[in-house]
């Protein structure tokens, strides 16, 4: 049984296919639908996710059967995404494939839609309860969660787990995004804002983040930062 219809749901996804199952499952175990996009997983992995689409009902969407274009392809995913939202009067839900979600995580951002506002974002905690990237800002807070809303409109925000509103995807066009670039959260958080629309951050609804699961050399931004920015601007990686 769906629980919100009003949510059009998407996960991109390379690799990290276990992490990614539990990812799935969070989402389909309380009632939703998911459109899960394959962005040039391995052979093994794609087959993996073809076998929880007939298992759990879910739809995958495998890039390479329709760009040819290396990965990431956030852009067309984004793209797609926007067409089939406004397509259904939806509203577009962000789900990485390194987030796990709770029973109520979608229900409670569906519940702060109104007019005004452009994007609503659970924060992402670990397995401590700590804040962590990419809020990991809030560690400097005094309490851990609170019992109302971060009105964040300065802060960048992330795909990790966000709801993007049809008011938004109505005003923004995601056919103008920047092509040399690789993620779109910020440029679109700055979108909103410049649209007069409010970004909201729930403190008090979290989900457990992995970070970089499906892209692990982007560890090394903690482990060995030179070493990370190195391949970033030699190779022309990780453009935000």
Known sequence: ???????????????????AQKAI?????????VHVYDDYSLEENAKRLDQLAQQWGIE???????????SPNYRWVLQQAQHQALTNNKHLVII??????QRDTLSRMAL?????????????INEQGEYN????????LRYRFVSKHSIATKK??????????????????????DPTKSWYDVTISHWSTRLGLRNILMLDNPVLHFPHASRPWKQLKYTHPLRYYWRKFTQKKDRI
């Open 133 to 140: 990237f990419p809020y990991h800002y809030l560690r400097r």
């Open 156 to 177: 960048r925000f992330s795909f990790c787990c966000t709801l993007l509103t049809n008011e938004l995807l109505q005003k923004a066009d995601f056919q103008t995004l």
């Open 1 to 19: 049984m769906l629980l919100d219809d009003s949510l059009h749901i998407i996960m991109p996804i390379k690799d990290s296919i276990d992490i």
């Open 25 to 33: 499952e969070a989402i389909v175990s309380n009632g939703y639908m």
């Open 96 to 101: 990485e494939s390194d987030v796990i979600i």
């Open 112 to 124: 702060e839609v109104r007019s005004g506002v452009g994007m609503i974002a659970a924060v992402t």
């Open 60 to 70: 995958v969407i495998h890039i390479q059967d329709h760009l040819d274009h290396p």
